[in-house]
């Protein structure tokens, strides 16, 4: 049972996940005592084998499902969402398809243009704001996704593998971009990643999780201060925790 309350700037946790269980009608079991939680000033990334049920552990987090046993206690109400697509409007310029979630909430038109115009400088889009999608290359339609997310201030920002389709280098500015807006804005985040190495980079926390039926095997603390050095993905220890991960991972998939 999902239980949003009103947010609480004295609240630490975020969200509070408490043995959470995921039975579709049909019977297919997703989701099995997952124990969760997301505090102020962590991103926590999930990795874990396809369909182990990591997409149903944020649309519950997000609202847009029900856990059918458990407890999924949200303590705010400010939640931004990017999907593993950026789901921009085709008609819309990068000015208007950030500003939208702003025009959703009845901001003023001044209101949401000044916040639009932050966010957008906020991604290092400046410049691109009369754009179509269509003239934008993915990691861009990805980065406008993000300012239209970011017009909210959310304090918890839910990510279902939103890099997941674009080449190694690209990727990999967008996590570095990421760990920017992490510091700077303090969000709590949420990351979804098939990819372990981008688990280990952008988080100060892995959870990994088994085969369906979903539930986490092991969390790892990523020990790296933030904001990261791009770097630190060369060195020893970073390929050591990388190696634990996976082993965890390889692991709890049998």
Known sequence: MSTPTGADTKTRTLLDFRNVEMTFPGGTVALRGVDLTVDRGEFVTVVGPSGCGKSTLLRIASGLE?????????STDRIGYVFQDATLLPWRTVQDNVELLAELNWQTTAARRAKAAETIELVGLTGFEKHLPRQLSGGMRMRTSLARSLTLEPELFLFDEPFGALDEITR???????????TTTRFAGL???????????????????????????????VPFDMPRDPEIRYTGEFAQLVGEVSHALREGHH
């Open 66 to 74: 029900t856990a059918s046993d458990g407890e999924a206690i949200m």
């Open 172 to 182: 990999e500015n967008l996590n570095d971009e990421l760990i920017r807006l992490f």
């Open 191 to 221: 990351f979804i990643t098939h990819s372990v190495s981008e688990a280990v980079y952008l988080s100060t926390k892995v959870v990994v999780m088994s085969g369906r039926p979903g539930r986490i095997v092991e969390q790892f603390d």
